[in-house]
């Protein structure tokens, strides 16, 4: 059986990703901190689809997380064909009020797993091509958003990283795909206690299902980069005719905080 890796998959964009994959026939390996979701959605996925599903429980804020996933794909021998690096956070504050040590861990999470575990696991995807690679960022990646200064950074590092790579690996059939999400219905807002925002954003949102069946279907596509969604992709097509600064003080005046 040919497995897919999901991480962050215990709820939102993640889980839906994992549910999608699980209907076209891979197993899968599910990676977030919530053993007890992981173990429930493992369980939805075995009766629902008869396919394998591991649920590993991992922290991507430790540096040495990644590393702890490739030693459990080897020791288990399992035969990896795509890797969704899902897992992303965001903090809702002024930037010069968190804690480095905060931010620091959203960038491990957001930023540095999601390399880390490309490089790690390239390997292991060689062997099982043509394989993919699914990074999600966000349309947040198109512009700046005052008081997510460091998430938006994050973001817009994802998808270059993801559109450089696609082009590194397409002659060895790794095909790279960057999926960029707006406004999503999932647990996002509430970790970040945005929770105030919520009326203003339900009027844009998506369905993560929504979100999730455009990313594995441009994914198999081969399509460098996914935008899912009519408002998203006009939004993102009109911050890219150099309107930047019109979107960026709109957002400084939706995500402003006293």
Known sequence: MKF??????????????????AARGY??????????????????IRSTHQVEAHPLQEDLSDPDAPGRVREWLVSHKISLQILVNNAG???????????????????HVNLHAPVKLCQMLLPLLREHSPAYILNV??????QGVPFMSVYTASKAFVRFFSRSLHYELKSEQVHVCCLMPGTTRSEFMERANMMALAPTAEKVMMSAQKVAQAGIK?????????????????????????????????AYKIYNRP
């Open 27 to 44: 197993g899968l390996v599910l990676i977030a901190r919530r053993m007890d979701k992981l173990e429930a959605l493992a369980a939805l």
């Open 137 to 142: 960022s966000s349309t947040t990646a198109f």
């Open 4 to 21: 897919a890796l999901v991480t962050g998959a215990s709820s939102g964009i993640g889980e839906q990703l994992a549910l999608e994959l």
């Open 89 to 107: 956070y965001t903090i809702w504050e002024r930037f010069d009020s968190v804690p480095e040590s905060d931010w620091q861990e959203m960038l």
């Open 218 to 250: 441009g994914l198999f596509r081969k399509k460098i980069e996914v935008i899912p969604g009519f408002i998203n992709k006009i939004q993102s097509l009109i911050v890219a005719l150099r309107l930047k600064p019109i979107f960026e003080k709109g």
